[in-house]
């Protein structure tokens, strides 16, 4: 099937309707037959037990349970850097803000403004900044973690489509991640400034969890939501969880002019693990 093909099939499936039934079977006890998915799922996707914190597929009672294991002690020794990447999957795109535009792929881009849901003045903070879009697949390790100390200060949930976010929608679908469902965190630092975390949610992806709030997306109303944490002091450590996906997804992050250098090995569509060296603080 042609990439092209692929992306027009996208825009008639039902993908809430698919997001809701996906959500239902990942969360469902089924005894052995989550066990039997759980297997097929590993041997498909070629899934890497030995790092599970539990490597017994059969002790999983559900879905999500095996979906969200935890790493064991170790796994993701974190570089000695300022920043650190959060999650294991593979670089989309990364760089400089233009103005307020972020590149999504190669003739597709997005602003700021649309990304963290229509907030002008929050978007305007990252004008000529940096940013890194990183695409987790099936098979990564799906919790998030911080890639710098910071302070939670407010957290928005954007409705929006439930668009695959895989290269080949990326390059297909104008506006992907400003278009998706997303969960926007603002943080602080006293290093660094202000930083966004966008949790890009997708097709089949049955939640979207942080570390403070838990599921921020179990009801999907339709409706934007905002809280407030500036009077709270929901604080997180450089590597620390922050959330995690129910499937696979994009992370977006969005710095400050003159705030991080990349890491010069890094590049679109490589590779990336929890705890390598993302960046280092700019010159």
């Known amino acids: ?37 759980i297997r097929w799922f590993v041997g498909k996707y070629k899934v890497d037990m030995a790092e599970a914190a539990n490597p017994d597929i059969g002790s999983y009672k559900s879905f999500n349970d095996f979906f969200t294991r935890p790493l064991k002690p170790g796994a993701r020794p974190q570089a ?17 803000i ?13 602003t700021t403004t649309d ?6 003045e929050l978007a305007g903070q990252f004008r000529h900044g940096s940013f890194a879009n990183l695409y987790l697949s099936p098979k990564d390790y799906h919790r998030l973690h911080m890639p710098c100390d910071g302070r939670l200060v407010r957290m928005i949930y954007v409705p929006g489509a439930l668009f695959s976010v895989n290269p080949v929608t990326a390059r297909g ?3 992907l991640f400003a278009r998706n469902e997303r969960v926007v965190c603002v943080f602080e630092s006293a290093e ?4 966004v975390l966008v949790l890009v949610g997708a097709t089949i992806v049955g939640s979207i969890a942080t570390a403070w709030h838990g599921v921020v997306n179990a009801k999907r109303t339709g409706r934007l ?58 010159d």
């Open 1 to 37: 099937m042609s990439d092209r093909l692929k992306v027009m099939l996208q825009y008639a499936l039902p993908k809430q309707l698919l997001t809701r039934l996906a959500g239902r079977a990942a969360g469902a006890q089924a005894g052995s037959g989550t066990t039997a998915m």
């Open 80 to 96: 000695e850097a300022d920043f650190v990447c959060p999650v294991d999957g593979a670089i989309s795109q990364f760089g400089a």
């Open 98 to 110: 233009a103005d307020h535009h972020i590149v999504q792929a190669k003739g597709h881009r997005f």
């Open 115 to 120: 990304l963290v849901g229509g907030d002008s």
């Open 173 to 175: 679908v104008p506006n």
């Open 192 to 195: 660094y400034g202000r930083f």
């Open 225 to 282: 939501s905002d809280w407030d944490y500036s009077g709270q002091s929901v604080v997180l450590k450089k590597g620390e969880e922050m959330g995690r996906f129910m499937l696979g997804s994009t992370i977006v992050m969005l710095f400050g002019p003159d705030t991080i250098a990349f890491n010069p090995d890094w590049a679109p569509e490589r590779s990336v693990r929890l705890g390598e060296a993302m960046g280092g603080r700019a």
